[in-house]
């Protein structure tokens, strides 16, 4: 299972950014999917997921009304479309593959990519 973040990079406050997330999972279909964060010095936190064919997607408290997460089964691809960014958001962000809904809990993950915000 490899999963490749991709779609960091620098943004003022108030920017947007789309991170993509290829999966070669065989059974990404039928796979519920996450993105994490971990900001320097802080411990990794849940920042959405979506099930396995983008019925239902839950965010954090953090994230929600800014983040949304969807996905493509056709490319294997879960993406997270960041708007109205904020110093706050700048961390490395992960996906993964879910073995658990609630509490979200990763079990493949990806090597991340780093947002970085701009006050």
């Known amino acids: 299972v490899q999963l490749q973040a991709s779609g960091g990079g620098l943004v003022q406050a108030g920017g947007s950014l789309r991170l993509s997330c290829a999966a070669s999972?065989?059974?990404?279909?039928?796979?519920?999917m996450g993105w994490f964060r971990q900001a320097p010095g802080k411990e990794r936190e849940f920042v959405g997921q979506?099930?396995?064919?983008?019925?239902?997607?839950r965010s954090a408290d953090s994230v929600r009304g800014r983040f949304a997460v969807f996905r493509d089964n056709a490319k294997n691809t879960v993406y997270l479309q960041m708007n109205s960014l904020k110093p706050e958001d700048t961390a490395v962000y992960y996906c993964?593959?879910?073995?658990?809904?609630?509490?979200?809990?990763?079990?493949?993950w990806g090597q991340g990519t780093l947002v970085t915000v701009s006050s």
């Open positions: 993964a593959v879910l073995s658990k809904w609630y509490p979200p809990t990763g079990t493949y």
């Open positions: 999972v065989r059974t990404f279909s039928r796979s519920n």
């Open positions: 979506i099930d396995w064919n983008g019925d239902n997607t």
